[in-house]
């Protein structure tokens, strides 16, 4: 997907999610250390799709195709890709994949069979329009880029204790055995100590894995350790990336999936140094687990062709688990590869998948379907601390990992060329010299631009307070410290004739952790066309920052040469979850991923700070707690879900009725899918709940105790249930708004079962009262007719409807040439190549601005984007909304819009051709009725849980004309919400 980002309007690839470098294999978001840029040439928009159809893959497949049994695997058993039954029904679905392309005339780059049912193809526009009405066909999505987003960590998280996970399976040497972890990546460095096969018995049973040669690779790089490596790349070709700067084979060139693999599955009592210092020794989460290297992460990003193909050959060779540290910032549940995991886990395969690096802000977490682990990033209690010490004798500490440095001129940045010292720093200034910088990203690419011009050194301070201190490989010596303690450097060398600094070097330091990482990515999910919020993301957090563990020597990121990397992001916390989920697969052979994932969530603890370091952590940051890995191995209870249920919830978030069934969905409320949270986005007066509970362990009684949220009552019924092992039982939730609801804000509370033997099964309630539940649009065809829907109280009073509208559209079509760059740099926007600009007058008390374009009004297969400004004084532009998209379906709402001047730019991404043909269609919804649209309500008095059925009619609308009204709801004295309303006749 596409992301702004610093102004600019950049693709974004799915990403390594590190707090890494924001250049290298796939530009690493958030936290990044920070690399100098790779010439991955233009990284523009593919003509690649993925077209996904109706049956179920190899994978999830239960039967039900005459003359093709059932290949879904049974609990606890490992999927087998050469099973005669399951070779006859991957023949099937490739000769639907044929029977579709050939129906078009498109030729396939993919088929994906085991954990998707798709193939990739190039299509033009027509293709596309055809497929779009060919039976079979669920859905059609543009290929798109993503970004890739340990050593004390078994310690901290209690593993090598007495009596936790590693001694429960024979001690650290037995650890994860004959479990086998996949890892879809930048690939591996086969002779990394990490990975070595000494004592190593054959590869497990079921295995159907192949080791790929290539670039630097041959077949003797895989072993009994290595068990496999594959690489991808046909879909990054087709965004005109470059592969020169990397390995064209599973070599990896980054580091990325070299620190991620040896996270999850790396080898234990692994001596690791960097820069000749020793900083101990590191291990797996799952150190005798084997693992398995897909290559599918490029510089420039990760195609989602690419990685579903890695995900589906994962499956096919039979993994237990996957690790995927990449993402698009985009939680959407119908995403390629989200629905490539949603059949992994039909196949019995867990996923941990980072929940991504934009925090702290809210409703930035990735990874939103029910199915997967999204795991956010906190820290641990050892850190890698450095000291700069000044010649005034004041010491600052930070972060390093670096040697240290005598007593050494010291020079400002901002003095020498660039106060961020990427580049233009003068080497007449810093030759010689410590150079003080500031940056929380890029890191490791300002030591470089140091170094670039002399200096011997950097003193790194933050952006702001709260940012992650992190530790790089970094070019010169270096130290990473908070902004204050810049600021008050910076003071000093303005103060003083010739400042000097020395630098300690890095040495591990013990104390602190727990506290959530500024970069790691919040909840809560946004209400939206695809998502109701009805459920909790992320689902736990674990170790993210200064993670000690493997590297490439020749990575993109930090200097060369260097076999282990302590770095920070979300990628890094996956890959604990990965490995911890190996460590239960081999506890717990018959258990099921959603199982594990209960597991995991219910035994959380809850002693995290934010990331100020002082306020508790709230669900949002973390959502169910940290990881506690010996408790997750003896849960109690776990909340299962099955196929269906996954079906049901898409099916209640409103995105299909047969939701990968060949019957429609479960029918069920989005707030009873059986996950171990509990989340009611927006709670009028009353609702109840369900859940299931199954028993994992002795028979028991368990009894409830609730800490409700604040301004909600919560009522369980039962409260206490009584279960043999294996046994289930049900209970609903009550839930109600009291008179100290402070309503549209979350509240949080949690209920726990706990049975007096040790086991306490803790779910977080998330509840936001609202004052009226209404559904934020419906829409209507034909030029004369009506439609139904309801609206639900949380309080008692008057209630009154009105009808604002309908207006029709008004429309421009215009020519926009392509931009060759495919960026826009939002805070110049007159700046950028392939633009038009539509100005217009929105009057004073306008309820609703919506400017909007449609894939089939453009000419041809184009990406066209939007960016809306407000014209101020001056004729200052302040950026009020924009729509960017992988296509040309873009829309943006503007609420209550200041009166003023508004204006447009329609940016040609990526046109099919030179140019692009579009038209823009604009509404401007007034605050009364028009005389087209009447609406009526069953009822004029509202009580606390009630409800009215709201009936909007219309007519004498024009044919082939777009319409857009407005149901605005009111109490008698103020409006209290509304429904948009859309007609094309």
């Known amino acids: 997907m596409k992301r702004l980002m610093g102004g600019w309007i950049v693709v974004l690839v799915s990403c390594l999610i590190v ?372 010649g005034s004798g004041a010491t600052f500490q930070g972060a390093s990992v670096t040697p240290g440095l005598a007593a050494t001129p010291l020079v400002d940045g901002a003095a020498a060329g660039n106060e961020g010292c990427l580049s233009g720093l003068s080497p007449a200034v810093v030759t010689g010299k410590i150079v003080l910088c500031k940056g929380s990203f890029s ?135 990965a490995g911890i989920g190996a460590l239960l697969r081999d506890r717990h052979p018959g258990w099921t991923p959603d199982m594990m994932q209960s597991a995991l969530m219910t035994s959380a603890r809850q002693d995290v700070l934010k990331e100020d370091g002082s306020t508790p952590a709230d669900p949002f940051d973390f959502g169910a707690g940290h990881i506690v890995p010996n408790s997750a191995a003896d849960p109690g209870l776990v909340y299962p879900a099955g196929f269906d249920d996954y079906r049901a919830f898409l099916r209640s978030q409103g995105l299909c009725t047969l939701c990968f069934g060949t019957t429609p969905a479960p029918v069920i409320a989005a707030t009873d899918f059986n996950a171990a949270t509990i989340t009611v986005r927006a709670l009028a007066g009353v609702r109840t709940v369900t859940r299931t509970v199954r028993n994992v362990g002795p028979a028991g009684t368990y009894t409830v105790s609730v800490a409700a949220p604040p301004g909600v009552d919560v009522v369980v019924n039962p409260s206490v249930l009584t279960l043999g092992p294996g046994a289930t039982a049900s209970y609903q939730v009550t839930f109600t708004s009291t008179a100290d609801a ?11 079962w706990s049975d007096g033997a040790g086991h306490s099964v803790r779910s977080p309630l998330v509840i936001r009262p609202v004052i009226i539940a209404a559904p934020a649009s419906a829409a209507g065809t034909g030029a004369t007719g009506s439609l139904q829907y309801a609206v639900k109280f949380g309080y008692s009073g008057s209630f009154n409807v009105a009808p604002q509208g309908l207006v029709a559209a008004t429309t421009e079509t215009r020519t926009i040439v392509d931009d060759p760059a495919n960026d826009f740099n939002a805070n110049a926007p007159d700046t950028n190549q392939g633009i038009q600009v539509h100005e217009f007058a929105v009057p004073s008390g306008t309820p609703l601005l919506r400017v909007q374009l449609f894939d089939e009004f453009t000419d041809g297969n184009d990406d066209i984007d939007l960016f809306l400004y407000r014209v101020g004084a001056g004729g200052v532009l302040t950026l009020v909304g924009a729509s960017f998209t992988t296509t040309s379906a873009e829309l943006i709402d503007v609420a209550k819009p200041g009166a003023g001047t508004y204006r447009l730019y329609a940016h040609g991404f990526e046109t099919d051709g030179a140019d692009a043909v579009y038209t823009l269609f604009r509404w401007l919804v007034p605050s009364t009725a028009t005389g087209n649209m009447t609406a009526t309500s069953s009822t004029a008095t509202a009580t606390i849980g009630g409800s009215a059925d709201i009936t909007v009619s219309w007519t004498g609308l024009t044919p082939a004309t777009k319409y857009l009204g407005r149901v605005s709801y009111s109490n008698g004295s103020a409006e209290i919400g509304g429904t948009v309303v859309t007609v094309n006749p």
């Open 742 to 752: 402070d309503f549209d804000e979350y509240s949080f509370g949690a209920l726990t």
């Open 19 to 390: 707090a890494t470098a924001t250049t290298g294999a796939a530009g690493a978001q958030g936290e990044s250390p920070g690399a100098a840029p790779a010439d991955s040439g233009k990284a523009g928009a593919s003509d690649v799709y993925l077209v996904l159809l109706d049956e179920a893959p190899a994978g999830a497949y239960a039967g039900g195709i005459a003359g093709y049994p059932a290949t879904k695997p049974a609990a606890g058993k490992r999927f087998n890709k050469k099973d005669a039954k399951v070779q006859r029904y991957v023949n099937y679905l490739r000769s639907r994949h044929a029977q579709v392309a050939n129906s078009v005339g498109a030729t396939r780059e993919y088929d994906y069979e085991y954990s998707l049912n798709a193939f990739a193809a190039t299509l033009t526009k027509a293709q596309l329009a055809k497929l779009r009405t060919t039976p079979g066909v669920v859905s059609i999505q543009r290929d798109k880029l993503s970004q890739v987003k340990t050593d004390n960590t078994p310690t901290f998280l209690g593993l090598n204790a007495a009596g936790g996970l590693w001694s429960q399976l024979g001690g650290q040497g037995s650890a994860g055995d004959g479990v086998i972890i996949g890892v879809v990546d930048t690939g591996i460095w086969p002779e990394h100590p990490s990975f070595a096969a000494a004592g190593y018995g054959p590869v497990p049973a079921g295995w159907n894995g192949t080791c790929q040669s290539g670039q630097l690779w041959s077949q003797q790089h895989c072993t009994n350790k290595l068990i496999g490596a594959r690489y991808f790349h046909k879909g990054f070709g087709h965004f005109g990336g470059s592969l020169k700067d990397d390995y064209i084979s599973a070599r990896d060139h980054d580091g990325h999936g070299t620190h991620t693999t040896s996270t999850a599955g790396g080898n234990g009592g692994v001596n690791a140094s960097i820069f000749g210092r020793s900083f101990g020794t590191v291990s797996g989460m799952a150190p005798r687990a084997r693992v398995a290297a897909y290559k599918a992460c490029w510089p420039g990003g990760c195609a989602t062709t690419d990685l579903v193909s890695a995900i589906d050959s994962a499956v096919g060779d039979g993994v237990d688990v996957i690790n995927y540290s990449i993402g698009d910032d985009d939680p959407d549940f119908l995403d390629a590869d989200d629905v490539a995991f949603l059949f992994a886990r039909q196949a019995g395969v867990f996923v941990a998948a980072s929940a991504g690096n934009s925090g702290p802000g809210p409703s930035t977490v990735d990874h939103g379907g029910p199915w997967l682990t999204t795991v956010g990033a906190s820290t641990q209690n050892r850190s890698f601390v450095g000291t700069a010490t000044l």
């Open 443 to 577: 890191r490791a690419a300002r030591s470089l631009g140091v170094k670039n011009a002399g200096g011997v050194g950097m003193i790194l301070y933050t952006v702001d307070q709260s940012d992650a201190l992190l530790s790089d490989n970094h070019y010169v010596p270096a130290v990473h410290i908070r902004n204050s303690d810049g600021l008050a450097i910076k003071a000093y060398i303005a103060a003083t004739s010739a400042p000097t600094a020395a630098l300690s070097g890095g040495a591990k330091a013990f104390g602190g952790g727990n506290t959530m990482a500024a970069f790691s990515s919040r909840g809560p999910l946004v209400d939206s066309a695809r998502s109701t919020g009805d459920l909790l993301k992320p689902d736990v957090t674990a170790p993210g920052v200064q993670i000690l563990a493997g590297n490439t020597p020749t990575a993109f990121v930090g200097a060369p040469g260097q076999l282990f990397q302590a770095i920070a992001g979300t990628s890094m916390s996956s890959p604990h979850v």
